[in-house]
């Protein structure tokens, strides 16, 4: 039976989906062979396409005469697909259902395209089987945080004022879109747990069932955040050490009832020992002996439990220059390697610090070879605009991937995972800036192949929402858009300089004198943090050769990353041969010009993109160059001010 595509509510944007970009599909004949919850799933997109377009589908006929076959051979969680076009007819196979699902997906993408010609077969497989969104959500609202943690998009999809939403038609639509873009599973509540959140795992395990239900048409499993110390908060224990029997026993009776709930679920994510996160160092124990508890718990029903590396002190004294927060998921997590269980997977945040503009890659990448790993990306803009800056971080996340730490794989190739933390939320346009959409619709299509052109995500992103009008026009705006906000901002890698707290525009010092281990340590002579073995706090060290010796020297450091690993005069002069202080008066006014450019462009594209959206992203866009002036104008001024040399070309500081 096919299964009714979910209705888009009413004023809700329908992204990457619109009607228009079933109309290939939905103009042919279409035979589809299978059986399954997926493949009721592929029918009943068809079945939608052909009732507007004209076109027609069978299910498990006899060969008749038809444009597309739709064949699915096993019953098994595959996501391979194989397609290929002979003798006037288009086909895609698979041996697992999901295969299935992104193949129908795929041939979305590619429109009258899949129609054309001859194709010889062609397997399309994910190189990263965990594809995950990781809602930073709250079920009751946190007095500081909010619904949504870092959520720039309104409220929750899933959750409002302490329980789950009743009508959960937009998270089936949700999970449409994130099918359609090769993510495969969602973690539903924030890591950092709170009270409420806590009991998740237990009594209120029905309110994720029934959103699990809501993902499963589209092949996308759930996976919960639950707090280490759940056997003290939920079973009343008096301990949650993890190799106490009695411990190991409650997670044990609380997962089994998790999977007689959600049979189908993905597993934990845990923030342990973190920001204030209870973890097992309260008890003696490591990290791996932690993560293994609640990887026994999970294994007999092939659950994986993933173990956040953000691990650091955040109560460091400013004054105190020998500890360095970069080190800090390095040096507590290789030594480990080897010990964490085959279902255990370790999240790393893809740099060091904190989801910065610039960052290098985590060293930990590529430093622990008997362990599995899962990069953590943000898609929430907490530190690259808020999703009021229009930034497409398409570019840096794959030059990350893309990063080959000596004596292995590229970072998308050595990872069992891809994480992002979600940037949508209850907003019309899911996202709160419309153009932030391509965000998420990115991390998913390169999770799926990490080694992929981002642009060419960005071109099909452009070409499923606006359609051909307007293409240029929206490329133009958000292609560079990532370099022109570092432009405006922090410089050439330092980091932070946000206001503290809500981290949204300048506050050059703002972070110096905070424990929490973000400084520039900026004076009348220079900036940048001295991260070398030689004279610094010895991080460089902690990559592999060549990274480590291209990051140990200023001469053969990246300019984009020189006051990450160095401190240095301000007259220091770059590989592009200007000095570091010309370097920051130049980028920040080129940054606000290029913010204004990119407003005009947008401007000049009311005729050909939906007004709503329009009006929407020009209300953004007054507030970006508002926002880029003040880091411009603050940033020139303080540094003209420690430094006391003039801008060369003598333009308006302060
Ligand atoms: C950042 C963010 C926090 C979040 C944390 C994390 O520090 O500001 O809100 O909890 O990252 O990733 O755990």
Same mark, same amino acid.
């Given at each position: 039976m096919p299964l009714p595509v979910p209705v888009l509510p009413d004023g809700v944007d329908p992204a990457w989906l619109p009607p228009a970009a079933f109309e290939a599909i939905g103009r042919r004949r279409t035979l589809i062979r299978g059986s399954g919850l997926l493949v009721d799933t592929v029918h009943g997109e068809v079945a939608e396409a052909c009732a507007r377009f004209? +076109?027609?589908v069978v299910r498990d006929a006899s060969p008749e005469p038809c444009d597309l076959v739709l064949d699915v051979s096993g019953t098994d969680d595959g996501e391979a697909f194989t397609l290929k076009r002979a003798e006037g007819r288009t086909t895609v196979t698979a041996s697992g259902r999901h295969g299935l699902l992104h193949g129908l997906f795929h041939l979305v993408r590619l429109g009258e395209e899949a129609f054309r010609g001859e194709r010889a077969a062609h397997t399309h497989r994910p190189a990263v089987a965990l594809r995950v969104l990781d809602h930073w959500d709250n079920v009751a609202v946190h007095p500081v945080m909010g619904q949504v943690e870092r959520g720039y998009s309104g409220g929750s999809l899933f959750w409002r004022d302490g329980r789950a939403r009743g009508d959960l038609e937009r998270v089936r639509v949700y999970a449409r879109l994130l099918a359609a873009c090769g993510i495969n599973a969602v973690t539903v509540n924030n890591v950092n747990v709170h009270a409420t959140e806590a009991r998740?795992? #237990? %009594?209120?395990? +029905?309110d994720v069932a029934r959103i699990a239900e809501a993902f499963r048409p589209y092949g996308i499993r759930t996976h919960l955040s639950v707090s280490f110390a759940a056997p003290i908060l939920l079973g009343g224990l008096d301990t949650a050490d993890p190799l106490d029997h009695g411990v190991r026993r409650w997670w044990e009776r609380a997962t089994a009832e998790v999977y007689a709930a959600i049979p189908d679920f993905g597993g934990y994510l845990v923030k342990a020992d973190s920001e204030g996160q209870p973890g097992p160092f309260a008890y003696g124990r490591s990290? *791996? @002996?932690?993560?293994? /508890? /609640? &990887?026994? *718990? /999970?294994?007999?029903?092939? +659950?994986t439990v993933r173990w956040r590396a953000f691990v650091y002190d955040h109560r460091q004294d400013w004054r105190d220059r020998s500890t360095?927060? &970069?080190? &800090? *998921?390095? @040096?507590h997590f290789v030594p480990l390697d080897g010990e964490f269980a085959a279902n255990a997977v370790l999240q790393v945040k893809h740099g060091p610090m904190d989801f910065q503009v610039r960052e290098p890659v985590s060293p930990l990448l590529g430093a622990m070879p008997g362990t599995r790993l899962a990069v %953590?990306?943000? *898609? #929430?803009q907490e530190y690259t605009g808020q999703q009021r800056h229009a930034c497409w971080l398409g570019p840096m996340w794959s030059e990350a991937l893309r990063f080959r730490p000596e004596g292995t794989d590229p970072v998308g190739g050595l990872s069992d995972g891809l994480v992002a933390v979600s940037n949508a939320g209850a907003d019309p346009f899911w996202t709160g800036h419309p153009l932030a959409q391509s965000n998420l619709y990115t991390f998913g299509r390169l999770a799926w192949d990490p080694g992929a052109d981002p642009l060419a995500i960005l071109d099909d992103w452009i070409g499923l929402t606006f359609g051909p009008d307007p293409a240029e026009g929206v490329r133009a705006v958000l292609a560079g858009s990532w370099r022109t906000y570092e432009k405006y901002t922090a410089p050439l890698g330092v980091g932070f300089m946000v206001q503290p707290g809500h981290h949204y525009g300048p506050s050059? @010092?703002?972070y110096e004198y905070s424990p929490w281990g973000t400084y520039h340590f900026a004076d009348r002579d220079g900036i940048g943090v @001295?991260?070398?073995v030689a004279t610094g706090t010895g991080y460089a060290g902690q990559y592999a050769k060549p990274w480590a010796e291209v990051y140990e020297s200023p001469a053969s450091c990246p300019d984009e990353l020189l006051l990450f690993f160095h401190h240095v005069p301000y007259g220091h002069v770059l590989h592009s041969g200007k000095t570091v202080i010309q370097h920051i008066y130049d980028t920040h006014f080129e940054g606000v010009e290029e913010v204004e450019e990119a407003r005009e462009v947008w401007g000049s594209l009311g005729q050909s993109v939906d007004p709503e959206r329009h009006a929407r992203v020009t209300e953004r866009f007054a507030e970006q160059l508002r926002c880029a002036r003040e880091w411009r104008d603050q940033i020139n001024s303080y540094f003209l001010r420690k430094s006391g040399v003039p801008d060369e070309r003598g333009r308006a500081l302060y």
């Open positions: 004209g +076109g027609s998740l795992l #237990t %009594e209120r395990i +029905g990290h *791996a @002996d932690g993560a293994n /508890l /609640l &990887a026994a *718990a /999970l294994a007999p029903y092939g +659950g360095d927060r &970069a080190r &800090a *998921a390095y @040096d %953590e990306m943000q *898609a #929430t050059v @010092d703002g @001295d991260r070398s």
